[in-house]
C-alpha cells in the first residue's frame, strides 16, 4: 500500500504524516493523531459520530481519505474548549442532560456548532434539520435539541456587547 505525507493542521496545531492511501480522516484522527472524541460508529456517513469541521464545513470523517484532507484545517470536538473551559455547546449539552451514552455526543455538538456560527437564533425545526445527519440511539433529541437551543442562549450576544457595536 502507498503511503503520502500530508500536512494537517488540527484544532490550531500542525501535523506532518504519512498517512495509506486509503486510510480516513477518522482513523487518522483517533489512532494516529490520538483525537479520540471523533467516533467511527458506522464507518457508512449514516450516524455522523465521526464529524468534524473541515476548513469550516462540517463532514463525516469516515467519507473523506486522509490524503483529502492535505493543507487543511480540521475543528473536533476537542476543539471547541478555550483554557480548559467548556465551550457553552459543551456546557449545554451536559446542563440539558442531551447525551446518554456520549457515543454520538461529539458528532451533535460539531452539527450543533456550525449551525449557530451562521444561525445565531435557531428555531426548533433548523436544530432538527441541522442534525439529521447524526443519529442518537439513546435519547429521544428532546434534549438534545433544548441543550442547542440551550447553547444558542448562551452564546447570543450580550446586551453590553450590543449596545458597544451601536455606540461604534
Given at each position: 500500500?502507498?503511503?503520502?505525507?500530508?500536512?494537517?493542521?488540527?484544532?490550531?496545531?500542525?501535523?506532518?504524516?504519512?498517512?495509506?492511501?486509503n486510510?480516513?480522516?477518522?482513523?487518522?484522527?483517533?489512532?494516529?493523531?490520538?483525537?479520540?472524541?471523533?467516533?467511527?460508529?458506522?464507518?457508512?456517513?449514516?450516524?455522523?459520530?465521526?464529524?468534524?469541521s473541515?476548513?469550516?464545513?462540517v463532514?463525516?470523517?469516515?467519507?473523506?481519505?486522509?490524503?483529502?484532507?492535505?493543507?487543511?484545517?480540521?475543528?473536533?470536538?476537542?476543539?471547541?474548549?478555550?483554557?480548559?473551559?467548556?465551550?457553552?455547546?459543551?456546557?449545554?449539552?451536559?446542563?440539558?442532560?442531551?447525551?446518554?451514552?456520549?457515543?454520538?455526543?461529539?458528532g451533535?455538538?460539531?452539527?450543533?456548532?456550525?449551525?449557530?456560527?451562521?444561525?445565531p437564533?435557531?428555531d426548533?425545526?433548523?436544530?432538527?434539520?441541522?442534525?439529521?445527519?447524526?443519529?442518537?440511539?439513546?435519547?429521544?433529541?428532546?434534549?438534545?435539541?433544548?441543550?442547542?437551543?440551550?447553547?444558542?442562549?448562551?452564546?447570543?450576544?450580550?446586551?453590553?456587547?450590543?449596545?458597544?457595536?451601536?455606540?461604534?
Amino acid at each position: 500500500m502507498s503511503t503520502h505525507k500530508i500536512e494537517l493542521t488540527v484544532n490550531g496545531t500542525e501535523h506532518e504524516l504519512e498517512v495509506r492511501s486509503n486510510e480516513l480522516l477518522a482513523h487518522t484522527l483517533r489512532d494516529t493523531l490520538g483525537y479520540t472524541g471523533t467516533n467511527v460508529g458506522c464507518e457508512s456517513s449514516i450516524c455522523g459520530a465521526c464529524s468534524v469541521s473541515l476548513n469550516g464545513d462540517v463532514v463525516k470523517s469516515c467519507t473523506v481519505l486522509a490524503v483529502q484532507a492535505d493543507g487543511t484545517a480540521v475543528r473536533t470536538v476537542e476543539g471547541m474548549c478555550e483554557d480548559h473551559e467548556l465551550h457553552p455547546i459543551q456546557q449545554a449539552f451536559t446542563e440539558e442532560h442531551g447525551l446518554q451514552c456520549g457515543y454520538c455526543t461529539p458528532g451533535m455538538m460539531m452539527s450543533a456548532a456550525s449551525l449557530l456560527e451562521t444561525t445565531p437564533d435557531p428555531d426548533e425545526a433548523e436544530i432538527e434539520h441541522a442534525l439529521e445527519g447524526n443519529l442518537c440511539r439513546c435519547t429521544g433529541y428532546q434534549n438534545i435539541v433544548k441543550a442547542v437551543q440551550s447553547a444558542a442562549e448562551k452564546m447570543a450576544p450580550s446586551e453590553s456587547t450590543l449596545e458597544e457595536h451601536r455606540e461604534e
